[in-house]
């Protein structure tokens, strides 16, 4: 690469301004390589206090507008779940790269149909899965590369204790992106999925809490197939409370172990089948992060290591790691989880059919569609257990 596309600083642009948007935005004004030039939000407020915050002056109510007006490399499409198809294709109408906030969409047709925007348009796509770019993970990815736990053989991922349907599209979504970056597709989806003790039933597809499609599910089991002998289970079982540190991975090697959570990354040098205590302890690894992120800075380290990952990606002109393709994987794979957990068979990937499994299967059954139900999680929830007469 040349000396002047080294130098080449990446003008990106955030359409939405709250928690994601502030993440991404402040992960792209701290890396050395970007410049954040037009912040959008319909509320004047946000646009307001995140301006102010990174000195950002240029500042829309009107996306079509900042873009025309701001010429992004990069628009950043940190919004709830149900804006990112639309958004995503409108962004992508001005042939600029995207990096939209996961899950990438609701659906199968709706992935294909952004990333085929995006390829007649000359762009790319990254999907907002920053724990597989940040450095923990980084750190299992090179020590199953390193074959520090032998060959991989089985991994175990659990979610944080949501209500199985929506866990499984909000924090699903970066377990299984997780997953796949460490030993690759996944192949073929069996599933559990029970609704108050007993085998869900097309009554139970309801629309997710906070924009995330429709689910089906309070307590999920699912079993995935990946390349190579590799299988994995990922559990999204609704817990008496919500627990972030459910949330972790084990890898199982024909020599040793891994454990992943977002705050760090530790080997046992032992096998499954081998007590720890009598072989071998854990040890921590050294999260693997770049030279240049400042930890005093206000970017969380994953996010940065995200925006680091699209600098590369552009630079060379390659797929970010969370590529729109990989996110469309995901979305299979949560799609195989649903439908397999519903029709207690195998699905195979990718699926021919790419319309959405518990649409299809209520709309068999001869339902109308269910009724509405509240967007906050907690009052969802109360919702919920209501319908379930509790
Ligand atoms: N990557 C992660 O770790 C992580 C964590 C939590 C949530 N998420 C994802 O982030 C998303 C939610 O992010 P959030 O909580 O910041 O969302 P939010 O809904 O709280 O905020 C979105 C902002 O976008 C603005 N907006 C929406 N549509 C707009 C439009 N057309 N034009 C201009 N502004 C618009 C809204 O006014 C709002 O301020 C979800 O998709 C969720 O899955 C990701």
Request: charged residues 25%.
């Amino acid at each position: 690469m040349s000396a002047s596309a080294m130098d080449h600083v990446y003008r990106v642009a955030i359409l939405g301004c709250r928690g994601r948007g502030t993440a991404a935005a402040r992960a792209y004004h701290q890396h050395p390589r970007c410049q954040v030039v037009g912040l959008c939000d319909l509320m004047p407020e946000r646009l307001d206090q995140l301006g102010d915050e990174l000195g950002v002056l240029a500042r829309y109510a009107d996306f079509d507008k900042m873009i025309e007006q701001e010429r992004p490399d990069i628009v950043a499409i940190p919004t709830g779940t149900e804006f990112h198809y639309p958004l995503a294709m409108s962004v992508l109408e001005h042939a600029v790269h995207i990096d939209v906030e996961k899950p990438l969409c609701h659906g199968l047709e709706e992935a294909d149909q952004v990333i085929d925007k995006a390829s007649t348009k000359g762009v790319r796509i990254a999907v907002h899965h920053q724990g597989r770019t940040g450095g923990a993970m980084r750190a299992i990815k090179m020590a199953i590369d390193a074959g520090r736990i032998g060959e991989p053989r089985f991994l175990l991922g659990s979610g944080k204790g949501y209500y199985a349907g929506y866990g499984l599209m909000n924090i699903g979504t970066h377990m299984v992106n997780n997953m796949i970056g460490l030993v690759g597709h996944v192949r073929s989806v069996s599933a559990t999925a029970f609704t108050d003790g007993r085998q869900v039933t097309p009554e139970d597809v309801i629309p997710a809490a906070g924009g995330m499609g429709w689910i089906a599910g309070e307590h999920i089991t699912a079993n995935l197939s990946f390349d190579n002998n590799v299988t994995g289970v990922l559990l999204q079982h609704r817990l008496p409370k919500v627990d972030s540190t459910a949330y972790c991975l084990q890898v199982y090697g024909t020599e040793g172990r891994l454990f992943w959570r977002s705050s760090g990354a530790w080997h046992l040098p032992v096998p499954h089948e081998v007590p720890a205590d009598e072989e071998g302890v854990w040890q921590r690894l050294d999260d693997i992060i770049p030279e240049h992120y400042d930890h005093t800075g206000a970017a969380t380290e994953p996010d940065y290591s995200f925006a680091n990952e699209y600098v590369r990606a552009l630079d060379e002109q390659d797929e970010h790691e969370c590529s729109g393709r990989e996110g469309r994987h995901v979305m299979e794979v949560l799609m195989a989880i649903l439908e397999a957990g519903a029709r207690r068979r195998q699905i195979d990937l990718p699926q021919v059919d790419r319309r959405h499994p518990l649409t299809l299967w209520r709309e068999e059954a001869g339902l109308e569609e269910p009724a509405e139900m509240p967007r906050p999680y907690h009052e969802w929830l109360a919702a919920e257990d209501r319908r379930l007469g509790r």
